[in-house]
């Protein structure tokens, strides 16, 4: 004896039972209580949220012996007949197998016919879009002016492979996506009625892994029963769908919020070394952020998260701070096609989770295209990666110097007639050896170096330091204790251009190369 599947044992049979689609039997059922009820229905929409369901409650609610009626009583010899799929006068075809013209012509021969004992002969045609240009051509006098005793319901999940000439001479319906909360919901209902036990981070999950389809999650449901032998809890989840802990995706986003890159691909791939799905982490990651980025702006906000994990959310928000979640999220979102179109999607997660450490960069190239200036990367950052702080520096904020150091009041005196050399000073670590003042930069900084070293910032620089610290008579600048060397060849004007630290944060985010430098006092 085969095991009756949730999804069919569960399956609505009445509008009242029909989930989240409350539009849609608002409209059938006034047009069923004013008599007003269309010839031809086209419902659209995702897979699984009840399209074929609502097409079956309609032939019952006008071939039931009360009926036309919007209660239908699912008692009489037709309404029983029609739920279990062998009315005579019901016909449910497959658009996807039925694709030619002379099966719509079989079909047209049929409807000649009045019902054999019902009020009405329903034609049902599933996945329509899948019928040839002439199976379709065929249709459109039928669908037009049909009989008095026919209806028509299309369904389809993509209308817009439908043709216009058949749109035109329907009533359109859409279904929609059901929130994940609903379905979860929905999904407890079901296990409570069961007799077994569902956990809430299980339904979540569960209803998140659906994305909007109530038959998918029924369809998981009844699979992760089947794992479990019973019950379902979020370990189960976790196994079956390939859903990583919370704990590993909170480690993951603060590595990319810190541009830890190494740290950052080491708990990615141990994820997908433990069979998790790339799409399954990109979602997950994505949603994390998502919720991050609203705890942020409002620590009290919900979230689809079990309340057992808000302390640790909550935490890490006010860490990270809305301005850098706000453009991690902004350049997640960016990466779906990349992830989408892939042949490799591991490679392309990998690619998505570099390009996401790289958020400080990208926020700099944005205030410099603003007009606002290269931001500095605040202290505690790595490279050109960091956490935390959003907006160019001001004096005294998001300096790396202690308070009264070399570094803090060398960019103190810069900061009023020299920003952008204030700027650079507060990412050097400074500190003064005798008569000499020494700017280092590490490597990720090259640029701002490059840009100190050239002879009129540094000539503002070696006024500043003389103004500031009487016994300094030089100033040197380093990247990691050597020297900055320019490029050998060159013009000055060139060598200006390419020592600019807004060209070389350019050039670093988006690549390509200076072909040609021209000054902005020569002719066009």
Not at 110 to 130: A, K, Q, S
Not at 207 to 225: F, H, K, T
Not at 256 to 270: C, F, N, T, Y
Not at 390 to 413: F, I, Q, T, V
Request: charged residues 25%.
């Amino acid at each position: 004896m085969s095991y009756p599947v949730l999804a069919r044992s569960w399956r609505p049979q009445s509008f009242d039972d029909v989930l989240g689609q409350e539009a849609v039997v608002t409209t059938l059922r006034n047009a069923l209580a004013s008599g007003t009820l269309g010839h031809a229905y086209l419902f659209s929409g995702l897979r699984g949220v009840g399209k074929t369901t609502a097409a079956r409650l309609l032939a019952k609610a006008v071939n039931c012996a009360d009926g036309p009626t919007p209660t239908p009583c699912g008692e009489c010899d037709s309404c029983v007949e029609i739920a279990a799929g062998s009315s005579v006068d019901v016909v449910e075809i497959d658009g996807a197998t039925h694709t030619g013209v002379d099966q719509v012509r079989d079909l047209q021969e049929l409807l000649r016919f009045r019902p054999t004992r019902d009020r009405y002969r329903v034609v049902v045609i599933d996945e329509v879009h899948m019928l040839s240009a002439s199976a379709f051509n065929a249709l459109l006098k039928s669908i037009e002016e049909p009989p008095d005793y026919v209806l028509w319901i299309f369904a389809t999940t993509e209308r817009h492979k439908v043709p216009a000439t058949i749109l035109s001479r329907c009533q359109q319906l859409e279904f929609r996506p059901l929130a994940a909360e609903r379905i979860a919901d929905h999904l407890r209902a079901i296990a409570e009625a069961e007799r077994f036990e569902l956990t809430d981070a299980a339904a979540g999950a569960i209803a998140r892994a659906a994305r909007g389809s109530v038959r998918d999650a029924l369809s998981l449901l009844d699979q992760l029963r089947a794992f479990s032998s019973g019950d379902v809890d979020e370990q189960a989840v976790s196994a079956v769908l390939g859903v990583p802990p919370l704990e590993a995706m909170l480690d993951l986003v603060r590595s990319l919020a810190a541009g830890d890159v190494a740290s950052g691909l080491a708990s990615l791939r141990s994820e997908l070394m433990a069979g998790r799905d790339p799409s399954v982490l990109y979602h997950e990651l994505g949603r994390l952020i998502r919720s991050l980025v609203q705890l942020s702006i409002d620590p009290s906000a919900a979230t689809d998260y079990p309340p057992e994990h808000a302390a640790r959310l909550g935490e890490l928000a006010g860490e990270l701070g809305t301005g850098p979640l706000t453009r991690m999220i902004g350049l997640w979102v960016e990466q779906e096609p990349l992830l989408r179109s892939s042949s490799n999607r591991e490679l392309a997660l990998e690619v998505a989770c570099l390009r996401l450490a790289r958020w400080h960069a990208v926020r700099q190239l944005e205030a410099l295209l603003a007009g606002d200036g290269v931001v500095v990367a605040p202290a505690g950052t790595t490279g050109d990666g960091g956490p935390a702080g959003s907006g160019p520096s001001s004096p005294g904020e998001g300096s790396s110097h202690p308070p009264g150091s070399a570094g803090e009041r060398l960019a103190k005196r810069l900061w009023d007639d020299h920003p952008r050399l204030a700027g650079g000073v507060e990412a050097a670590a400074v500190e003064i050896d005798g008569q000499v003042l020494r700017l280092t930069f590490d490597t990720g900084q090259r640029h701002l170096a490059v840009f100190l070293d050239a002879p009129p910032a540094r000539r503002g620089l070696e006024t500043a330091a003389a103004a500031e610290f009487p016994e300094v008579e030089t100033v040197v600048v380093e990247v990691e204790g050597r020297p900055v060397v320019a490029a050998p060849e060159m013009s000055d004007l060139e060598r200006e251009a390419r020592d600019d630290p807004q060209v070389a944060l350019a050039l670093d985010v988006l690549g390509g190369e200076v072909r040609a430098v021209r000054s902005d006092r020569e002719p066009s």
